[in-house]
C-alpha cells in the first residue's frame, strides 16, 4: 500500500529552470532543437521542474513604414508568418501545455505554415483556427511581434544567432552548448 500514500507526501518546493527559446520559425536550427531536445525535455519532465517561454521572432527586423509596424525575416516572408502563426496561437491558447504540442507539430512538419488546421485538430482540437487567422491578419499579431521584438532586443549579451537560449536569464556559450547537447541533463543538473 506505499504507492497510494506516496504522492501525499510533502515535496520540497524548488523553483522550476527557467529556459527561454529565441527562436525564428523556418530556421533548420531552431526546429531541430525545439522538436529533438525541447519538446522531448518537456515531456519526460513533471511541470514543477521546467518553465519555457518560447519567443518567435530571431533575427527579424523590424521597422515602421509611414506609420505602420513591418517585420522582415531572415528566411523571407513565409518565417515572418510563421513567426506570427505561433505567436497568435500562444495567445490565444494561454496555457502552455496546449500550445507547445502544436508548435512541435507545425515545426516538426513539412510546412510550419500550411499544416495549422492538421495540427490544431490533432493536439487542440478545442482551439478555433479562424481566430489565430484573425490574429494573424490583425492587429494583435503586429503587437505580439512587436512584443517578441522587444524582448529580443532586450538580451543582454545580444542575440547573436539562433536558436539563442536563456537558462535562469542567463546566456553563455556553455549554456548554450550544454543545452543544445543534453537539455534533459542539464536542467537536471540546475534544479535544486
Not at 531552431?30 to 533575427?59: H, K, Q
Request: proline content about 7%; charged content about 20%; some cysteine.
Amino acid at each position: 500500500q506505499v504507492e497510494s500514500r506516496c504522492p501525499s507526501l510533502p515535496r520540497p518546493a524548488a523553483a522550476p529552470v527557467e529556459l527561454s527559446l529565441y527562436y525564428e520559425s523556418l530556421c533548420p536550427a531552431c526546429r531541430e532543437f525545439l522538436v529533438a531536445e525541447l519538446f522531448s525535455t518537456w515531456l519526460l519532465l513533471p511541470d514543477e521542474m521546467l518553465n519555457i517561454t518560447l519567443v518567435p521572432y530571431g533575427n527579424a527586423e523590424e521597422r515602421n513604414v509611414s506609420g505602420k509596424l513591418d517585420f522582415r525575416c531572415q528566411h523571407g516572408p513565409e518565417e515572418c508568418l510563421g513567426n506570427m502563426m505561433e505567436a497568435c496561437l500562444m495567445h490565444e491558447a494561454k496555457n502552455f501545455s496546449t500550445y507547445f504540442p502544436v508548435i512541435f507539430c507545425l515545426e516538426s512538419g513539412s510546412s510550419v505554415t500550411k499544416n495549422l488546421e492538421a495540427c490544431l485538430q490533432v493536439y487542440a482540437p478545442e482551439l478555433d483556427s479562424g481566430r489565430i487567422a484573425a490574429c494573424v491578419q490583425g492587429d494583435t499579431g503586429v503587437a505580439l511581434m512587436h512584443h517578441n521584438a522587444q524582448l529580443t532586443e532586450a538580451l543582454d549579451p545580444p542575440h547573436q544567432y539562433v536558436p539563442w537560449i536563456t537558462v535562469n536569464g542567463k546566456h553563455t556559450d556553455e549554456l548554450q552548448s550544454q543545452a543544445e547537447a543534453s537539455l534533459l541533463g542539464l536542467v537536471c543538473h540546475l534544479y535544486q
